[in-house]
C-alpha cells in the first residue's frame, strides 16, 4: 500500500491548512486510518485517528477542537483540516494506516506509514 501525501506549506499563526492521504489499494477501506507527526527535536506524535467507517475519532489534547479528521472510503482518502495553526504544530506529519478497524495512538499498531509532509506555522 502507498501513501501519498500533500497539502503541507508554510502558513501563518491562527491560519487554516488541509492535508489529504490518498491510499492505492481499497483495502484500507476497512482499516482506520492516522495522521501523526513529529516536530524538530522530538519524538513523533499521534495526532488524529479515524475508524473504517469515518466514525470512533480521536484527537491529541494539543489539537483537540482545531484539527478535524474525516476520511472518504470511495476516493481511498484521509484528511486532517487544521484550524488555528500555531507555532507547536509545526512538524512533519505523516499519514498512517492502523493494522486494526479503529484509529490508533500507537505507532507500534500503524502498518502502513506515507511520506511526511512539512507544516511551518510563522508566528
Known amino acids: 500500500v502507498q501513501l501519498q501525501v500533500s497539502g503541507g506549506g508554510l502558513v501563518q499563526a491562527g491560519d487554516s491548512l488541509s492535508l489529504s492521504c490518498a491510499a492505492s489499494r481499497r483495502t484500507v477501506s476497512n482499516n482506520g486510518m492516522n495522521w501523526f507527526r513529529r516536530a524538530p527535536g522530538k519524538e513523533r506524535e499521534f495526532v488524529a485517528g479515524?475508524?473504517?467507517?469515518?466514525?470512533?475519532?480521536i484527537y491529541a489534547d494539543s489539537v483537540k477542537g482545531r484539527f478535524e479528521i474525516s476520511r472518504d472510503n470511495a476516493k481511498n482518502t484521509v484528511s486532517l483540516l487544521m484550524n488555528n495553526l500555531n507555532d507547536e504544530d509545526t512538524a512533519v506529519y505523516y499519514c498512517a494506516v492502523s493494522r486494526s478497524a479503529t484509529g490508533t495512538t500507537d505507532p507500534a499498531n500503524v502498518a502502513y506509514w506515507g511520506q511526511g509532509t512539512q507544516v511551518t506555522v510563522s508566528s
Open positions: 479515524v475508524n473504517w467507517r469515518g466514525g470512533g475519532k
